[in-house]
T-cell receptor, first 113, second 109 residues
Framework: SQTIHQWPATLVQPVGSPLSLECTVE??????LYWYRQAAGRGLQLLFY??????ISSEVPQNLSASRPQDRQFILSSKKLLLSDSGFYLC????????????FGSGTRLTVV | DQQVKQNSPSLSVQEGRISILNCDYT??????FLWYKKYPAEGPTFLIS?????DKNEDGRFTVFLNKSAKHLSLHIVPSQPGDSAVYFC????????FGTGTLLAVQP
């Protein structure tokens, strides 16, 4: 069966510090991978998605970047965090375009102080 | 450009009654639509989906209706239970899933 792992679960970082959140998927190959963010009192905003190794699409201009160094690994990064980067970050995967559903990780609560 | 909209931020329903959650979209390229349920500090969990070529899909207490001409879909929960209390997100999907802003459903015992 397929599983998705996301870590860390919580993170408190000072403004200006770097960020690296990691997501891995098991039990499938060539998944589509996604990073979402839920800011306080807001909806689920798509940040990045990837349909293959090294292929990253950015949905919104921001202080963050994403990379996919391996087929089932998706990394969210920042060189210098801003207060506005605080939020709940979710990784997700799907089999691709079609009614396959999207499976989400358990999320990372990032607080920038 | 908000492609998926949930105009009701919250809904309160009595236990045993019907909950109706609404969603509007603007992107006619969506292949299918999904509803997710989310608790605080957890990832969303999948509830039900519907293809863009269908107008209804039912799974137990959950039914999703799609009106393509109106670009509107709704989720019906019958009967509503206190455990259904959560934030519900609708989403439209192509090769990516775009969510609405969510509706907080409170089912009162």
């Amino acid at each position: 069966s397929q599983t998705i792992h996301q870590w860390p679960a919580t993170l408190v970082q000072p403004v200006g510090s770097p960020l690296s959140l990691e997501c891995t998927v098991e039990g499938t190959s060539n998944p589509n991978l996604y990073w979402y963010r839920q800011a306080a009192g807001r909806g689920l905003q798509l940040l990045f998605y990837s349909v293959g190794i090294g292929q990253i699409s950015s949905e919104v201009p921001q202080n963050l970047s994403a990379s996919r160094p391996q087929d089932r690994q998706f990394i969210l990064s920042s060189k210098k965090l801003l207060l506005s980067d605080s939020g709940f970050y979710l990784c997700a995967w799907s089999k691709g375009r079609g009614n396959y559903g999207y499976t989400f990780g358990s999320g990372t609560r990032l607080t920038v102080v | 450009d908000q492609q998926v909209k949930q105009n009701s931020p919250s809904l309160s329903v009595q236990e045993g009654r019907i909950s109706i959650l609404n969603c509007d979209y603007t992107n006619s390229m969506f292949d299918y639509f999904l509803w997710y349920k989310k608790y605080p500090a957890e990832g969303p969990t999948f509830l039900i989906s519907i293809s863009s070529i269908k107008d209804k899909n039912e799974d137990g207490r959950f039914t999703v209706f799609l009106n393509k001409s109106a670009k509107h879909l709704s989720l019906h929960i019958v009967p509503s239970q206190p455990g259904d209390s959560a934030v519900y997100f609708c989403g439209g999907a192509t090769n990516k899933l775009i969510f609405g802003t969510g509706t907080l459903l409170a089912v009162q015992p």
